[in-house]
């Protein structure tokens, strides 16, 4: 009888060849696997709390679109729609120049003579000056003031009307 010997091969694995890869999968794909789920529990809370700061912020901009309705510039015009003869002696406007808001008032520029409008006439009030860089205003409004004249046949009214510019019939206050 003869006894044959295993191979060293054969007798220092005794796990099939599947399993060792298996085993080492796991090994490199468990750390993997750790990192990539710690990664998506940071970002699954991020993602969270950015989720809550749009909801605050969107309930802001509704508080906040009201305002910048209000804050809209329009160009200042009035419509002389009477049949009476109108002057504006003063008028005050607070603007936006780009950056923030200015306030354009003629009684501290050289050259204001006011405005005169004819019955019927419509006309965009603007202001500038070579003398004064702050004195010069292209009609823009946020805010105004003015003092108006209207020269009626009898004697000539004075009003004084002052407000937010918006709300008028083609984006010109008329006066009727």
């Given at each position: ?91 005050a406007?607070?603007y ?61 009214v ?19």
């Amino acid at each position: 009888m003869s006894h044959k010997k295993p191979s060293s091969a054969a007798t220092g694995c005794r796990l099939p060849f599947s399993t060792l890869l298996t085993a080492c999968a796991v090994l490199v794909l468990l750390p993997l696997a750790a990192y990539l789920g710690r990664e998506w529990l940071v970002l699954s809370r991020k993602s969270t709390q950015l989720d809550t700061e749009l909801a605050e912020l969107a309930s802001r901009n509704v508080v906040l679109q009201r305002a910048s309705e209000d804050l809209q510039a329009s160009k200042f015009q009035i419509c002389n729609k009477s049949k009476d003869a109108l002057s504006v002696p003063w008028l005050a406007a607070v603007y936006h120049n780009g950056a923030r808001l200015r306030l354009f008032d003629p009684l501290r520029c050289q050259g204001w003579r006011g405005e005169e409008m004819a019955a019927g006439e419509t006309r965009v009030l603007h202001f500038s000056s070579a003398e004064d860089e702050a004195c010069n205003w292209n009609g823009s409004v946020v805010f105004y003031a003015m003092r108006m004249v209207r020269q009626s046949e009898d004697s000539p009214v004075a009003y004084n009307v002052a407000g937010p510019w918006r709300g008028f019939e083609r984006d010109c206050f008329t006066l009727e």
